[in-house]
């Protein structure tokens, strides 16, 4: 295909002015300009970046009156992109990342180009010093984060979507709010015959934080984990699951409240509706496994 036209979205909560500042400047400065970039305000009103900033392309921004999470809030900005509809792929960035190349834009462009079967392209995620939390590298065990190649996942920090796949498979699960959101979307992407590529050569500069960080972040993993496999996974694969995750958690949780906390949320998961159900097929099940990556962990 000819050179995709590629938009970036940030999505932001307002309290970090000047890492979102950063992030633009680094976008201004590509070798290959996008051709559109929209902000989220996720519950809150943005600054005026355009004229500040000088930054190429159309740019919009986008006052939510609530926080809609981050799935949410990119979902905002995709339902822009679409209506629209002169986006080939959107690249959706952290608000506190920097994009330290000056050449990842043209380089996933060059990768879309190639191969028209590829829907997503994770970023690697770096701190300040060049290291990559094990976390961040979407492979099972102690992974090299500079090894690249097709995965099973990709990382909610930094990546890019192909819009015709987003078509497809749909865009985000809003009612997630946080956490395993990238597992939802990934896994219906290999159902429908996507790839998913980590691509290390994609560098985004990060913080280096813990998940846990967030107040909720027990109750709402362990929630969007049932969830996620209720709505995904075949049935004889439901309880294997869940079982390796409530042995996982006790191995691994030190404190008795977020141990609590993730048994509620775990509660909740099996209480509340899940939304459509919509399973994988056993030869992608299959195809997952053979990438390193089996569904059931």
């Known amino acids: 295909m000819a050179q995709p036209r590629i938009a970036v979205a940030v999505v932001t909560m307002g309290n970090r002015p000047d890492e979102v500042d950063a992030l633009l400047e680094s976008v201004a400065k590509q070798d290959v300009a996008p051709a559109r970039i929209v902000i989220v305000g996720n519950g809150c009103r943005l600054p005026e970046f355009a004229r500040r900033l000088s930054l190429p392309g159309e740019v919009t921004t986008v006052d939510v009156e609530e926080n809609l999470g981050c799935p949410g809030g990119r979902n905002v900005a995709l339902a822009r992109l679409r209506a629209y509809g002169d986006i080939d792929v959107v690249v959706e960035l952290d608000d506190d990342g920097l994009l330290v190349d000056a050449d990842v834009l043209r380089r996933v462009a060059e990768l879309y180009a190639a191969d028209p079967r590829l829907g997503i392209v994770g970023f690697r995620i770096a701190d300040e010093h060049g ?93 969007n984990r049932v969830w996620l496999v209720r709505r995904r996974l075949p049935l004889p694969l439901v309880p294997v699951h869940l079982a390796v995750w409530i042995l996982l958690t006790l191995a691994r949780t030190r404190s008795v409240a977020g141990l609590r906390a993730w048994f509620g949320g775990f509660a909740e998961g099996l209480r509340e509706p899940a939304g459509e159900r919509r399973p994988m097929r056993w030869r992608t099940v299959w195809h997952l496994t053979r990438l390193g990556r089996p569904p059931v962990i």
């Open 131 to 223: 290291e990559t939390q094990r976390r961040h590298v979407p492979r099972v065990g102690r992974s090299d984060p500079l090894r690249g190649g097709y995965v099973t996942g990709f990382l909610g920090g930094g990546h890019a979507f192909r819009m015709e796949m987003l078509a497809e498979t749909g865009d985000w699960p809003e009612a997630f709010f946080f956490a395993h959101e990238e597992t939802d979307l990934a896994w219906r992407a290999a159902d429908a015959g996507w790839k998913i590529r980590y691509a290390p050569e994609l560098l985004l500069q990060h913080p280096k934080t813990s998940p846990a960080r967030h107040a909720i972040y027990y109750r709402v993993n362990a929630r």
